[in-house]
């Protein structure tokens, strides 16, 4: 009954490699995001997605291409893979009301993928 | 851009005692404020929020405080315990919450 769930936990991988993370939520959220959480522990919003659409790309390199084949995935690939790159990848998701009224609500984490490159 | 202040990055308290967070956000247009607890390794989950309208909110032993003028929101943990240890972070989100930015994070300690 896990509410939002990564694939894998765990990525080790070498420099120049091209990786995916998936991410899955079954409480029928509309909007679902990645973040990275760096070693210092800075969250940082990358993309926010809602009803599959992209809304917020915050200035990630182009190497980092999310996917969302409906609302309740959203995955992240990494093209050719820097040093840089590793750190802790949250995917989140929330609700959202019509658009009419919209109004942010809560976001419920994934348990995290932690990627490293060597 | 957008900017979200946290402090202090560290705070070690004594069990029993209240601690503080503090933060300062940047964009006028920012009207929900979540606060999220992460323990080591883990996700972080919300523990507390407030909205542009409200001025406080209490649940239990958390507390937050908003002070939209100055753009200051605050978290307070009352008789804290030693599972209170964790890095909290607060975060300042647009309508919709499409784009939430968060502080950098506090690491609390509480000493038993």
């Known amino acids: 009954d896990t509410a939002v769930s990564q694939t894998p936990k765990y990525l080790v991988t070498q420099m120049g490699n091209d990786k995916s993370i998936k991410c899955e939520q079954n409480?029928?959220?509309?909007?679902m995001y990645w973040y990275k959480q760096d070693s210092k522990k800075f969250l940082k919003i990358m993309f926010s997605?809602?009803?599959?659409?992209?809304?917020i790309n915050e200035t990630v390199p182009n190497r980092f291409s999310p996917k969302s084949p409906d609302k309740a995935h959203l995955n992240l690939h990494i093209n050719s893979l820097e040093l840089g790159d590793s750190a802790v990848y949250f995917c989140a998701s929330s609700q959202d009301l019509a658009s009419s009224q919209r109004t942010p609500y809560e976001q419920y984490f994934g348990p995290g993928t932690r990627l490293t490159v060597t | 851009g957008e900017n979200v202040e946290q402090h202090p990055s560290t705070l070690s308290v004594q069990e029993g005692d209240s601690a503080v967070i503090k933060c300062t956000y940047s964009?006028?247009?920012?009207?929900?404020f979540p606060w999220y607890k992460q323990e080591l390794g883990k996700r972080p989950q919300l523990i507390i929020d407030i909205r542009s309208n409200v001025g406080e909110k209490k649940d239990q032993r958390i507390a937050v405080t908003l002070n939209k003028t100055a753009k200051h929101f605050s978290l307070h943990i009352t008789e804290t315990q030693p599972e209170d240890s964790a890095v909290y972070f607060c975060?300042?989100?647009?309508?919709?919450?499409?784009?939430?930015?968060f502080g950098a994070g506090t690491r609390l300690f509480v000493k038993a």
């Open positions: 409480l029928g959220h509309d909007t």
């Open positions: 975060a300042a989100s647009d309508t919709g919450g499409f784009k939430t930015i």
């Open positions: 997605y809602n009803n599959k659409e992209l809304i």
């Open positions: 964009d006028s247009a920012s009207n929900y």
